[in-house]
C-alpha cells in the first residue's frame, strides 16, 4: 500500500515539477477555455440574425415590403440587395452570407392574380451544414405568413374557388430551397476535412510549443540570439513544410476517389496551409517565448490551435457568435484557414477572387511575425549588453589578478 501511494506522490511532483508537461494546468485551462469560448459561442441557441443576401428581380413595391419585413425578423439580417442578375458564389464567397433570396420577376403581378402558388427561391450556402438548417425554417414560415398576410382579403372567396386557387389564396408564396456547394448535405464532407487540420494542427502546436525550451537546454539559445532573426524564422520553414505536405498526401487519396470535396484548384490552395503552419510556429515561440524547459510549453499549445477549430467555422456557424467574437477568431491561425479551404475546396473560387484573402493574410503574418522580432531583438539587446559588462568584469578581474 505504501508503494502505491508513493507511486501517486511521485507522479504529482513530477507533474508539478516544471521538468514535464504540466497536465494539470493544461487540463484546467482547456476546461475553462472550451467553457467560455462554447458559452459564448451559444449565446443565443439558434442562428440568430443569419445574414442574408437578396436579388430582387422583381423591385416592385410588394417585394420592397417583404424585404422590409424581412429585415426586421430577428433571424435574419438583409446585408445586400441587387435588383440585376448577381453570381450567387459571389455572395456566399468568404462567409459573406449564408444564403441568397431570389425574387424572380413578375413577383408582385402573379401574386395579385393569385391563381397559383407562386416559388420564391433559396440558394443556401451548405459548407457548413449549421448555419442553414434554422434560418430555412425561419424563412420559410416568414415569407409564407407575409404571403397570407398579402391575400388575407381574398379567403372569403375559398368556397367558389378551384383547389388550386386555395392552395394560392392559402399559401399565395413558397420557399424552393437549393443546397449550395454540398448537394448531398453530407456531414462527413465538411467533419472530415475540419478534423484533418485540426489535428495536424495539434501536432504541429505541441511541436513548436517546445522550440524554445529545446534551444535553451541544448545550448543553443545563444547561438539563437546571436545568428540573427532570420535564421530563427528560417528554422520555422521545415515544419511548414512537412505540415503542408502531411496534409496534402492525407488529403489527395480522399480526393481522388471522392470522399473530400475539393472544386477548386488544390495548388492555389497550398500557400495558405504554408502560411498557416508557419503563423502557428510564430505564435508558439511567442507564447512559450519565457520557457525553460520544452515541457513548459506543453500547456501553451491550447491557447494557439483549439480557438480556431472552435471559432473558425468547421464545426460551429459563425451566426452563433457575436459580432466581435467574429472579429477576434482572425487572431487564430486555424480560422483563416478553414476560410480558405470553405472557399476553394467547396465553393470552388478561383484565385482571382481569392487574391484580397491572401493579402489579408499575409498582412496577420507580418504582424505576428513583427511581434516575435520585437520579442526577439529586446532579448538580444539585453543578452548583449549582459555579455559587455561580463567581458567588462572579466576584464576588471583580470587586471587584480595581474596588478593587485
Known amino acids: 500500500m505504501n508503494k502505491i501511494i508513493a507511486s501517486i506522490d511521485e507522479e504529482f511532483q513530477a507533474m508539478l515539477s516544471g521538468r514535464f508537461i504540466p497536465y494539470h494546468i493544461a487540463a484546467f485551462m482547456m476546461s475553462i477555455m472550451i467553457t467560455l469560448i462554447v458559452s459564448v459561442c451559444s449565446r443565443h441557441g439558434e442562428v440568430f440574425e443569419g445574414k442574408i443576401a437578396v436579388v430582387d428581380l422583381d423591385s416592385s413595391q410588394l417585394s420592397t415590403t417583404l424585404i422590409e419585413k424581412l429585415n426586421t425578423s430577428a433571424y435574419v439580417e438583409i446585408t445586400e440587395v441587387y435588383h ?27 401574386l395579385k392574380r393569385l391563381d397559383r402558388t407562386f416559388n420564391i427561391g433559396y440558394f443556401a450556402d451548405y459548407s457548413n451544414l449549421g448555419q442553414n438548417g434554422q434560418a430555412i ?32 389564396l392559402l399559401q399565395p408564396m413558397n420557399m424552393v430551397k437549393r443546397e449550395l456547394y454540398n448537394p448531398t448535405t453530407s456531414a462527413s464532407i465538411t467533419f472530415c476535412s475540419a478534423f484533418i487540420y485540426f489535428f495536424s494542427s495539434i ?40 505540415y503542408t505536405t502531411a496534409i496534402s498526401l492525407v488529403s489527395a487519396p480522399l480526393i481522388i476517389f471522392g470522399q473530400m470535396r475539393f472544386e477548386g484548384n488544390y495548388f492555389f490552395h497550398l500557400p495558405s496551409m504554408l502560411m498557416t503552419g508557419f503563423s ?21 499549445m491550447i491557447l494557439i490551435v483549439p480557438p480556431g477549430f472552435i471559432l473558425g467555422g468547421s464545426l460551429l456557424a ?3 457568435m ?22 476553394f475546396s467547396m465553393r470552388g473560387l478561383p484565385l482571382v477572387d481569392m487574391v484580397k484573402s491572401y493579402g489579408q493574410y499575409a498582412l496577420y503574418v507580418t504582424v505576428i511575425t513583427s511581434i516575435l522580432a520585437i520579442i526577439y531583438f529586446k532579448t538580444r539587446i539585453n543578452y548583449f549588453e549582459m555579455k559587455k559588462l561580463e567581458q567588462k568584469d572579466g576584464e576588471k578581474r583580470l587586471f587584480v589578478h595581474s596588478y593587485g
Not at 459571389?90 to 403581378?109: M, R, W
Not at 537546454?217 to 532573426?229: C, H, K, P, T
Not at 457575436?322 to 472557399?343: H, M
Open 203 to 242: 501536432i504541429l502546436g505541441l511541436t513548436s510549443v517546445m522550440l524554445v525550451g529545446r534551444f535553451k537546454v541544448s545550448m543553443r539559445w545563444q547561438a539563437i540570439l546571436e545568428d540573427g532573426f532570420a535564421c530563427l524564422v528560417a528554422r520555422l520553414l521545415p515544419y511548414a513544410l512537412i
Open 280 to 300: 502557428i510556429s510564430v505564435l508558439a515561440l511567442i507564447v512559450t517565448w519565457k520557457t525553460t524547459q520544452p515541457s513548459e510549453g506543453g500547456s501553451k
Open 322 to 343: 457575436p459580432a466581435w467574437v467574429n472579429t477576434v477568431k482572425f487572431a487564430f491561425p486555424l480560422t483563416w484557414e478553414y476560410e480558405f479551404w470553405r472557399d
Open 84 to 110: 440585376s442578375p448577381v453570381s450567387v458564389r459571389d455572395l456566399t464567397a468568404h462567409d459573406k452570407n449564408i444564403g441568397v433570396l431570389y425574387f424572380p420577376k413578375g413577383l408582385e403581378k402573379e
Open 137 to 168: 425554417a425561419n424563412l420559410s414560415e416568414m415569407i409564407a405568413t407575409l404571403g397570407a398576410e398579402n391575400s388575407a382579403t381574398e379567403v372569403a372567396a375559398l368556397a367558389k374557388s378551384s383547389s388550386e386557387k386555395v392552395q394560392a
Open 318 to 320: 459563425s451566426g452563433y
